[in-house]
């Protein structure tokens, strides 16, 4: 199947850093999607990315789908405790056999101390 | 309020014992899905369905069921659950197959 490194696996910054963290896939990706799990609940959608080149913000997020449409960008500029969280990358394949279906990364767990 | 329901939300069972997981979306989605997330391997996709009694094999489909008999309710069935089956369960739902997913708050599951 298809597969999704996302890296760092995990970060520690201060408060009013800026973070970027990163998805690359083994196939070319039709869509890209950044999510954010809090502790008990679901992972919520942040931002949402269809062509490659585009740049999409969503507050002080930022993600971009890259040109070669085997990697995506996520930007967190002066980030604050709320940021705390697991953050996945997920994109759709696409091909016939992958693009109804959605692939995760294995998350960068971020956290932000004062 | 939009939302995707999951019931329960922890569930601890004995090895064999057949269990169901339900999920109800309430936004009138054609494409819902099941994922179970475990330390170190992200989430992974176990079905999904494009719509009414149309559903097929995600990443991790082995012990498991599903059915889509209304549009909005998906169960996830394990006709007899094992250990390896402990995990985080979560189901999603979206317009279609190629939008934005929106999920449950998830269903801890134990298998002892």
């Known amino acids: 199947g298809q597969q999704l490194n996302q890296s760092p696996q995990s970060m520690f910054i201060q408060e009013g850093e800026d973070v970027s963290m990163n998805c690359t896939s083994s196939s070319i990706f039709n869509t890209w999607l950044w999510y954010k799990q809090e502790p008990g609940e679901g992972p919520v959608l942040l931002i949402a990315?269809?062509?490659?080149?585009e740049l999409t913000s969503n507050g002080r997020l930022t993600a971009q789908f890259g040109i070669t449409r085997k990697d995506s960008f996520l930007n967190i500029s002066a980030s604050i405790p709320s940021d705390v969280g697991i953050y996945f990358c997920a994109g759709r394949g696409a091909d016939a056999g992958t693009a109804s279906k959605l692939t995760f990364g294995t998350g960068t767990r971020l956290q932000v101390t004062l | 309020e939009a939302q995707v329901t999951q019931n329960p939300r922890y569930l601890i069972t004995v090895t064999g014992k057949k269990l169901t997981v339900t999920c109800s979306q309430n936004?009138?989605?054609?494409?819902m899905s099941w994922y179970r997330q475990d330390p170190g391997l992200g989430l992974r996709q176990i079905y999904y369905?494009?719509?009414?009694?149309?559903?097929d094999k995600g990443d991790v489909p082995e012990g498991y069921k599903v059915s889509r008999k209304e549009k909005r309710n998906f169960p996830l069935i394990l006709e007899s659950p094992s250990p390896n089956q402990t995990s985080l369960y979560f189901c999603?739902?979206?317009?279609?197959?190629?939008?934005?997913?929106?999920f449950g708050q998830g269903t801890r599951l134990t298998v002892v």
């Open positions: 999603a739902s979206s317009l279609g197959w190629n939008t934005e997913a929106f």
């Open positions: 936004m009138n989605h054609e494409y």
């Open positions: 990315l269809y062509k490659a080149g």
């Open positions: 369905s494009m719509n009414v009694e149309v559903t």
